[in-house]
């Protein structure tokens, strides 16, 4: 098979395995709502906003994760710059973003970033809906994370592939891109991974902006039906299933760096 | 609290960019914001279908119409929508928010649209009345007026907060409370929805409570356009016919 029909069968594989995980989790959560005593139609409709919470929480993971990686590659480099007007910015970023509640980050996201925007930008209240207000909290609050992963990754590497790369001739910025990073990124994946699975579980703070992620439509179903303790098992049941699934992708990755760097 | 706090906090920093419309600013977009919390039966919530209904998303609907504006719903956490209100992020709220001194120097109130009481709900056998409250765990529902009023009653014990109704009767019924302290309707849903009649009785009412639906502070246009329109909708018999719906009676003050 030539590789680029690979990659498109992985590709269709992964997004039909996206919408049957949803469409199947809908099944079962009907099925366990029926049996726990709920009516017919409270059931199905249960079932129905819970495995939309669910993948709302999984989409705003991943694409938050996305780029906090991108976030946290650059500012974990400019935290290691020599020039101190690149070092300022990222050491100022990550003090500030690590030392401040995520909850507090996203309740700013949403109630005073498009008030603070409003003279540069004046839809930005319209914009910045409850998912996008989430999305940018948590990309930044995982890419400071990240940030200091990716800062320890580079300081792994030992001084001895920068002196042999400068004596080639390379560049600094050419160094950093082609020696320095492909090795130390392959060290961080374990950490990193760690990261986005606790940022999963975090996303259900996005609950206080009324985003309907997994555990506001889970506290939605309770307030219509007073049935706590069926409906928070459910939630925390999908959490676990969710976090094993990206385990199990962020697993093979792991396996297949650690070949290819033998 | 802290939460409540946080947010109140955060706002502080934005308050002087609010931006509020006015009923013109209103008519020209021909769409009016109307703010609910969406997790409060039978009064606002999201049915079997999934979709936003409730006592006040009717009569939202109907004074809108009457206003001859199209309703978008928003809905928030309960305790920070007044706090969005002000900051303009919807037009007026309508969340069952009982008229209070506090609130009403952080908003502008219109005319009630329904009465009502906190009730004491207890297990079988359990305290009945305010005076049999003494000693005793009662539970909230955080930032509500039966919070205030529970901490007033002289005696009890302990008052607990939760973040939710359904949590405080979930405590209830496990006895980790001896009481548990809400709307009197959402009692009454409570214990219709789970079947509880043999389990819990309702005791006496704490207070009594005048709800109304709200207005950024001094928008003086709106607030007289929602007046006139509820109004209108109780001469006309369009109320008396949504409340019987939802309750089996007319709700509003006498």
């Avoid at chain 1, 999984?58 to 974990?76: C, P, Q």
């Avoid at chain 2, 309703?71 to 008229?99: C, E």
């Avoid at chain 2, 056998?125 to 205030?148: F, H, N, S």
């Avoid at chain 2, 909708?233 to 109320?239: A, F, I």
Wanted: some cysteine; charged content about 20%.
């Amino acid at each position: 098979m030539p590789s680029w029909l690979r990659v498109f069968v992985f590709l269709a594989l992964l997004l039909g395995g996206y919408f049957g995980l949803f469409a199947l989790l809908g099944v079962v959560l009907e099925r366990y709502f029926l049996l726990t005593g709920f009516g017919p139609d409270r059931a199905a409709s249960a079932a129905q906003a819970m495995a939309l919470g669910a993948e709302i929480t999984l989409k705003l993971t991943l694409i938050s994760g996305l780029a906090g990686l991108v976030i946290g590659v650059f500012a974990g480099m400019f935290r290691l710059s020599r020039r101190l007007w690149v070092r300022l910015p990222a050491s100022f970023y990550i003090w500030v973003t690590r030392g401040t509640p995520l909850l507090v980050q996203i309740l700013f996201a949403y109630n005073a970033l498009p008030l603070l925007l409003k003279p540069l930008w004046p839809e930005a209240q319209q914009v910045l809906t409850p998912y996008w207000a989430a999305f940018i909290a948590l990309s930044f609050n995982v890419g400071a994370y990240n940030a200091e992963v990716v800062r320890a990754g580079i300081q792994a590497i030992p001084k001895g592939q920068w002196e042999a790369a400068w004596s080639l001739g390379l560049s600094p910025a050419d160094t950093m891109r082609f020696v320095i990073l492909p090795q130390a990124l392959r060290i961080v994946v374990p950490p990193l991974v760690n990261n986005v699975v606790a940022l999963l579980k975090d996303s259900s703070l996005a609950s206080v902006i009324a985003l309907t992620e997994l555990a506001l439509s889970g506290q939605r179903i309770i307030s219509a039906t007073f049935r706590p303790v069926e409906v928070y098992l459910a939630v925390a049941a999908i959490y676990l299933l969710l976090t094993t699934v990206l385990t199990f992708f962020t697993n093979l990755l792991e396996r297949r760096l650690q070949v290819a760097g033998r | 609290m802290k939460r409540w706090l946080i947010v109140l906090g955060l706002l502080g920093l934005a308050v002087g960019f609010a931006q509020v419309r006015t009923l013109d600013q209103i008519r020209r977009s021909g769409e009016i914001r109307i703010g609910t919390e969406g997790e409060f039966p039978p009064f606002n919530y999201f049915d079997e279908k999934n979709q936003l209904v409730g006592f006040e998303i009717d009569l939202g609907n109907a004074i809108a119409k009457k206003l001859g504006l199209k309703p978008v719903w928003i809905t928030q956490a309960f305790d920070s929508l007044l706090i969005q209100l002000n900051q303009g992020r919807f037009d007026f709220v309508i969340a069952s928010h009982g008229i209070t001194e506090e609130r009403a120097k952080a908003v502008d109130f219109s005319d009630p649209h329904y009465c009502t009481g906190g009730i004491i709900v207890s297990k079988k056998g359990g305290p009945k009345t305010a005076k049999e409250l003494r000693g005793k765990v009662v539970g909230v529902q955080i930032g509500t007026t039966y919070m205030e009023a529970a901490q007033k009653i002289p005696g009890i014990k302990q008052v607990r907060t939760y973040q939710k109704d359904p949590d405080a009767l979930q405590d209830l019924l496990s006895g980790r409370l001896d009481a548990w302290i809400t709307d009197r309707f959402v009692a009454k849903e409570a214990i219709k929805e789970r079947k509880l009649e043999n389990t819990l009785q309702l005791g006496e009412l704490v207070f009594q409570e005048r709800v109304a639906m709200a207005v950024a502070k001094g928008n003086k246009s709106l607030l007289q356009a929602l007046n006139q329109a509820l109004a209108d909708l109780m001469k006309d018999g369009t109320y008396a016919q949504i409340s019987k719906k939802w309750f089996g009676e007319d709700v509003r003050c006498k």
